[in-house]
């Protein structure tokens, strides 16, 4: 169980540097250097970006500052994804530092969700918690739980810390003895298409453990049949027959969704090996 | 990399792969990014750090121009002389001062900028106050109007309520009036009912006495006819030489050869209360009529220059005005002032018939032709002629004029005099006038001569006339110095002869013509008071004649 320990651990220190550079269009004078930042990977864009906010938007013109923004590739990310989930999906084929840009005018409002503070995120964390559980449980932990416990697993994400948010989470995550999740709570992402979600046992009917390949092969079946696509989860190719409870009970997100990524493998990545 | 290697434990493959994963995107940029990071910051630290020096350096520049003047002055005040120290401190303090008045500057610059802020925000307060002022004054304005609204409804009221007590008053005090009137009315209520009472007495006691009257009055007539009895019994022998000298023969009318005119009033009676309008022999002579306003007709015997009456004719609601015998001395036609003519039965005095429906008083009533038909002259300017059998009004004429007399003449024709001085000859069978003839003064009376050839009519000119009735013309006119028709209706008439015309003046003095001659023949003067009416004996010896006041006077030479 050690060596599960140590998977969690490393899931929840994974880390990925990010260079943001303020939209050419909106500098007025002085142009600033841009900012490196490393962003957990588990966690959410406005609750790392508070500083860079606040340092680039001296450089703007302060009557047109609205809502802050990011974009890749001319892409505005979604920040009610995990940073992870983004950066497999949008990043994962370019170098590294993931390169954004930040904006503070023309917010894509028909593309992207506001996000005005801090409680908008956790209210989004707290239903998508919410979600998971009355999938697995349907409901039953998280309404046993006291509202300090919700807040504790919100600061342990908002503070990075792993040993605040993780005893909590565990509880989440338990399954007494033959009553397994009923569901398995997934998503799975194909770069810009809406994320694709559905009812999925940990089990099939005859008792055998489901693993990710079922999953898949239950999911998306027309993907798996192509050999070019690349399944990710936080950045690493999951072995396919690794069994989809295991998986579930350490792979989550914090939000206890198994965020899983499929991209296809860029003919810029292929050169790149070849 | 596909997992093809079915042999390797999933679990270390995930860890390997984490592990990697953290060398990729963790190890390799941790100390760049942190080293960045720290770069970032001193770069930071080290701006401000330059821009407080700048400053510092700015200060210090200033302090030393400062001092440098502080040097210059000090020198040149204190010789140069004075130490270090204290031209520092004086220098620190000028410089200090210096500080205060750019402070001070600024701060009357911000001063100035708040003054003129304030004043403009004065500027704007006053203008409010302007508006408020003037909303003050419309508001000022209208509290006066209201005011002076309120004290014109205030009077208003006042009037009004004023107005209402006077009427209140007025109220009460008709309500009294009311109250007094009603109790008024009351009293006289009870005085109706009491008078009512009395009168129904004093009716009673009339009836009494009425019944007393008619007893009387058969006892009487019996006694008279008792007493004609015996005398009739006693003078059984003298029958036939009286028969001889006698004039009045009783069912004979008498026959006059020529009219001897009397001198002397043989009897005078008070006929009647008051006027006495008609007056006339029966066909006979034996008796003779009397009508008076007194609304009685009386019927009087002549027997040997002595007057009884005879009876009296009752029915008539007002004055009689003319009165006619038939031919055959039964029934007594009588004209009446209560627009009525009514019809008398001679020997039983009943009263036969009431011929109503003029509308004004009938002045004349005769009898045309036999004694079925009636023709009757009204002051409401029309003839009737009634049908006895009927007993109902057979013709009217329109004469348009009120008819004072009529005669008739051959039982067919109608001769009418009027007001508006005309005579007009009427055939009944047709509608208009046959003839007519004016006369200048209104017509009074009409009489027919004994032959039928002429006409006598009585005018208020104080003449008589006599009128041609085949030529229609008037041939003899007669008239006295002291002749005055005294009213509208006296009459006129002829001598049974047709030789004579006798009519009564103003003054009661009684004028009689000879027609052929036109000059006064005779007059008798008895009456005190003016004549009505007069009538000749059919045997043309004796004269009635009737008076203004209840007097008859029987003219005779007997």
Excluded at chain 2, 19 to 39: A, P, W
Excluded at chain 2, 114 to 138: H, P, R, V
Excluded at chain 2, 337 to 361: C, E, F, I, M, P
Aim: proline share 3%.
């Amino acid at each position: 169980m050690s060596e599960d320990r140590g998977i969690l651990r490393s899931i929840w220190d994974g880390k990925i540097p990010v260079c943001f550079t303020l939209s050419q269009d909106e500098i007025i004078a002085e142009k600033p250097e841009p900012i490196y930042q490393m962003v957990p990977r588990i966690t959410y864009f406005p609750l790392v970006t508070e500083k860079i906010s606040k340092h680039l938007a001296q450089y703007i013109d302060k009557e047109k500052q609205g809502e802050m923004w990011l974009e890749c590739d001319g892409v505005p990310i979604k920040w009610h994804y995990p940073i992870g989930v983004l950066y497999d999906l949008l990043g994962s084929s370019g170098s590294l530092p993931w390169k954004l840009t930040v904006h503070f005018q023309d917010f894509p409002d028909d593309e992207i969700m506001h996000c005005l503070s801090r409680d908008v995120v956790e209210s989004h964390f707290m239903s998508t918690l919410k979600e998971a559980d009355a999938l697995k449980h349907r409901c039953n932990v998280i309404n046993g739980m006291q509202k300090k416990d919700h807040k504790q697993m919100w600061t342990g994400l908002c503070h990075d810390k792993f040993d605040q948010f993780w005893p909590i989470n565990k509880r989440l995550m338990e399954h007494t003895g033959d009553d397994l999740f009923k569901y398995i709570p997934f998503r799975i992402y194909q770069n810009d298409l809406p994320f694709i979600q559905k009812l999925f046992k940990p089990q099939s009917e005859e008792g055998h453990e489901h693993t990710l390949d079922d999953l898949l092969k239950f999911a998306v079946p027309e993907l798996m049949e192509s050999t070019d696509n690349t399944i990710f989860i936080h950045g690493i190719e999951v072995p396919l027959h690794s069994p989809l409870l295991w998986l579930s009970e350490h792979f989550s997100y914090p939000d206890n969704f198994l965020h899983i990524c499929i991209t296809q493998i860029s003919t810029q990545e292929s050169s790149k090996e070849w | 990399m596909m997992d093809t290697i079915p042999g390797m434990d999933w679990k270390k493959l995930i860890s390997q792969r984490l592990k990697t994963r953290y060398k990729r995107e963790y190890s390799d940029f941790i100390d760049l990014i942190d080293t960045q990071n720290n770069l970032f910051e001193q770069v930071a630290s080290l701006k401000a750090r330059n821009v407080q020096l700048t400053y510092e350096t700015e200060k210090l520049k200033s302090e030393n121009l400062s001092l440098q003047v502080r040097v210059d002055s000090g020198s040149e005040s204190s010789g140069g002389g004075g130490s270090n120290e204290r031209v520092k401190q004086l220098e620190q303090k000028v410089y200090r001062l210096q500080e205060e008045l750019t402070e001070l500057h600024k701060r009357r610059g911000e001063n100035a900028q708040q003054i003129i802020d304030l004043s403009n925000a004065m500027k704007e307060k006053e203008k409010e106050l302007q508006t408020k002022d003037g909303k003050l004054m419309d508001a000022l304005a209208l509290e006066n109007s209201l005011k002076a609204e309120i004290k014109h409804l205030e009077s208003t009221v006042f009037e009004l309520e004023a107005t209402n007590q006077t009427l209140k008053d007025e109220h009460q005090a008709l309500q009294m009036a009311f109250t007094a009137l009603e109790e008024k009315y009351r009293k006289v209520q009870e005085d109706n009912s009491e008078l009512m009472a009395r009168w129904l007495d004093l009716k009673l006691k009339e009836a009494d006495k009425m019944n007393q009257e008619n007893d009387r009055f058969f006892k009487q007539k019996q006694e008279s006819l008792k007493r004609d009895l015996a005398e009739a019994a006693k003078e059984h022998k003298d029958i036939i030489p009286q028969e001889e000298n006698s004039v009045l023969l009783k069912g004979v009318t008498p026959i006059c050869l020529s009219a001897t005119l009397p001198t002397k009033a043989q009897c005078k009676v008070d006929a009647h209360d008051g006027e006495v309008n008609a007056i006339l022999w029966s066909p006979t002579g034996s008796l003779f009529a009397t009508g008076g306003s007194d609304r009685k007709v009386k019927l009087w015997d002549y027997n040997g220059g002595m007057c009884n009456s005879r009876g009296t004719l009752l029915g008539s609601n007002a004055g009689i005005t003319a009165l006619e015998f038939d031919p055959h001395e039964e029934l007594l036609l009588g004209a009446s002032n209560d627009y009525a003519s009514r019809l008398w039965s001679v020997r039983d005095q009943r009263l036969r018939h009431t011929l109503t429906g003029h509308s004004g008083k009938v002045l004349s009533a005769k009898f045309l032709g036999d004694a079925t038909k009636v023709v009757s002259g009204s002051h409401d300017r029309t003839l009737k002629i009634w049908d006895l059998h009927s007993k109902a009004c057979s013709k009217t004429i329109f004469a348009g004029s009120s008819c004072n007399d009529l005669v008739t003449l051959h039982g067919t024709s109608i001769i009418s005099g009027h007001f508006d001085k005309r005579v007009r000859f009427w055939d009944p069978r047709a509608d208009n006038t046959v003839n007519e003839i004016g006369l200048h003064g209104r017509i009074t009376s009409l009489d027919i001569s004994p032959d039928k050839a002429s006409l006598l009519a009585c005018t208020r000119e104080d003449t008589l006339k006599v009128i041609d009735l085949r030529m229609n013309q008037v041939i003899h006119t007669l008239c006295a110095d002291s002749f005055k028709v005294a009213f509208d209706w006296s009459r006129a008439v002829y001598s049974p002869d047709g030789s004579y015309a006798m009519a009564g003046s103003l003054d009661g003095t009684l004028y009689i013509w000879n027609i052929q001659k036109e000059k006064v023949e005779r007059t008798l003067k008895e009456h005190t008071h003016s004549i009505l009416d007069c009538s000749w004996h059919p045997s043309g010896s004796v004269i009635l004649s009737s008076e203004k006041q209840k007097k008859i006077v029987l003219w005779a030479d007997m």
